[in-house]
């Protein structure tokens, strides 16, 4: 007998029939002789259009407020699938964040998990219910309802397998598994039977939504064995496990595409100590996390500065970098949303050379300008113009070597 927690998204709860199945795969497990913690996500939609009913007001919301309404999702979500198990004879009790002590940090609508208190959950189980945990909420210390950021749902999944030291967390999702590739791009993407937490964790920040990037940080801690599978097939899926020697002999095991992103250029700032540690300090404090920065040699003692944030926290970036300009003397401020990070992962990279420069050439071949490059050992980033994005990723792919091979 053993503890699984499973995990459905969007799609898998996306209606009434799909809420069933869920209810109907999770008793299956049940049945088998497991303990069984659910864990789900907002129906498909429905968290974008809480968001769009805040937008519509302001584009400058109370996070706390706006944390308040996008948690209502996942709320209706758990309350159908118990009632669903209920139905086929089944017992269930629901947990939203706060009733099953999903502690975290008071980061609104990013916040990061502290604590769960297991008890709760447990006790529901041993007294053969199916526990319905809210995904993508908690509560900070003064009783404020959080939210995880986009995709929390998954971290919700896997804090709570490693608190409560499942035997698995199992994420049901619309896709077999994880690929290559976004297999709804590139129709040549391979599934992989297995990829490690260091890969994984560089494709989710990169853009592969199909984990959150903290359920990735939380089971490589924790080594908690994380699968990824699809819940309208029986397909095996993916395992999310440490890395070995097998997994060295691939030079690129994955192709990332992040539209997410977008740009902000700084022209003519002065070019002296201190001014690069005000702008990104002033942007830290207002929590905006700030991926690649490119700064252009300097010439008459000013220098141009490029950085990419969110394109949720472009307005809120802009305006921290405008409060500052006339106070540090720079140029114009501008904007850039149409732009894409195209990235290849591998653990591979380690011991393979000259990568980075047939990664370039793929792109210069198809004609595609690189605006602006970053690399760490297993992977090479470049942020190119978002009409090119697609056709990036096709051509990395077959570069690479990873197209499935056609029946
Ligand atoms: P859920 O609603 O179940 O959380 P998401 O939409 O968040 O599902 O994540 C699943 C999606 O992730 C897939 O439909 C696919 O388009 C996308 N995706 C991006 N990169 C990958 C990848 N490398 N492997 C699998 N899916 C990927
Ligand atoms: N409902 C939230 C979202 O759409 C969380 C999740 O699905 O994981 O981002
Ligand atoms: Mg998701």
């Known amino acids: 007998m053993a503890l699984i927690v499973q995990k459905y998204g969007g799609t898998s709860v996306g209606d009434v029939e799909r809420m069933k ?22 129906m498909s939609g429905e968290t974008n259009r809480l968001l769009k009913l805040v937008g519509q007001i ?54 990061r998990i502290k604590h769960i208190d ?30 995880l950021g986009r995709g929390g749902s998954d971290t919700t999944a896997v804090a709570i397998a490693a608190a409560l030291e499942a035997d698995a967390c199992e994420i049901y999702t619309d896709v077999d598994g994880v690929y290559t590739t976004d297999p709804n791009i590139a129709p040549r993407a391979r599934k992989l039977e297995r990829i490690s937490y260091e890969e994984m964790l ?49 030079v690129v095991s994955g192709v990332a595409l992040d539209r997410n992103e977008a740009q902000i250029s700084i022209r003519d700032v002065p070019d002296r100590p201190g001014v690069a540690a005000k702008i990104f300090g002033a942007l830290d404090e207002k929590a905006i996390v700030v991926d690649l920065i490119v700064q252009n040699p300097p010439k008459d003692g000013k220098t141009d500065l490029t950085f990419t944030v969110g394109k949720a926290d ?6 921290v970098v405008l409060g500052l300009s006339a106070e540090l003397g720079t140029g114009a401020v501008s904007a850039e949303q149409d732009i894409a990070k195209v990235s290849i992962v591998g ?4 011991n393979h050379s000259g990568v980075a420069a047939r990664m370039f050439r793929t792109l210069f071949k198809e004609g595609v300008n690189i605006t602006a490059i970053s690399t760490s050992e297993i992977r090479v980033s470049c942020v190119i113009p978002s009409r090119y994005a697609e056709l990036a ?14 029946a």
């Open 21 to 42: 199945n869920v209810a109907r795969r999770a008793l299956l497990a049940q049945r088998a002789g497991h303990d069984v913690v659910l864990v789900v996500s907002a």
């Open 58 to 111: 302001t584009d400058r919301p109370s996070e706390r407020e706006q944390d308040v309404v996008v948690a209502t999702g996942e709320q209706v979500s758990i309350g159908l699938v118990s009632i669903a198990i209920h139905a086929q004879g089944g017992k269930a009790t629901s947990f939203l964040g706060h009733q099953c002590r999903i502690v975290t940090d008071s980061t609104f609508s990013k916040a």
């Open 118 to 147: 297991g008890e709760r959950l447990t006790d529901v189980l041993k007294q053969g219910h199916i526990a319905v945990v809210a995904g993508f909420q908690g509560v900070d210390q003064a009783g404020n309802l959080t939210t």
């Open 202 to 250: 560089e494709l989710a920040s990169l853009g592969a939504k199909v984990l959150q990037i903290r359920s990735v940080e939380f089971a490589m801690k924790y080594k908690v064995p994380l699968w990824v599978k699809s819940s309208f097939s029986d397909d095996p899926g993916t395992l999310v496990c440490e890395e070995d020697k097998a997994m060295e002999d691939l």
């Open 314 to 319: 472009l307005t809120k970036a802009r305006d």
């Open 347 to 350: 653990v591979g990279m380690r």
């Open 393 to 406: 990723v096709r051509a990395l792919h077959t570069e690479f070597g990873l197209d499935a091979v056609q």
